[in-house]
């Protein structure tokens, strides 16, 4: 059993910065394939990024790609979320979640375990 609990979300202006973590509890933690999706109103859930447990492997859904990074720390059983030159657009509710089998993750189907979200709001 895996629990996710968000944090680091918040309200900055267009171009800034914010960095979320995912704590997660549960020893196979490490052996997960984690990730970040988002759902602004109105809008289904989407894919924002993932990594595999070692790090060796990551992917970014197009409209962050050089502006967000994943990593992981397994030692801590965190992962990361940097967000940078933050838009309106990038304004959702952004949930971790967590899989063993990578292409579940990376579509975004039959996830094993996901965080309760936190709110990310940028103003322009």
């Known amino acids: 059993q895996v629990q996710l609990v968000e944090s680091g979300g918040g309200s900055v202006q267009a171009g800034g910065s914010l960095r979320l973590s995912c704590a997660a509890s549960g020893r196979a933690f490490g052996s997960y394939v984690t990730g970040w999706f988002r759902q602004a109103p109105g809008k289904e859930r989407e894919f924002v990024t993932a990594i595999t447990w070692n790090s060796r492997l990551t992917d970014y859904a197009d409209s962050v790609k050089c502006r967000f990074t994943i990593s992981r720390d397994n030692a801590k059983n965190t992962v990361y979320l940097q967000m940078n030159s933050l838009k309106a657009e990038d304004t959702a509710v952004y949930y971790c979640?967590?899989?063993?089998?990578?292409?579940?993750?990376?579509?975004?189907?039959?996830?094993?375990?996901w965080g309760q979200g936190t709110q990310v709001t940028v103003s322009s």
């Open positions: 979640a967590a899989d063993p089998v990578w292409s579940d993750l990376r579509i975004g189907v039959a996830i094993d375990y």
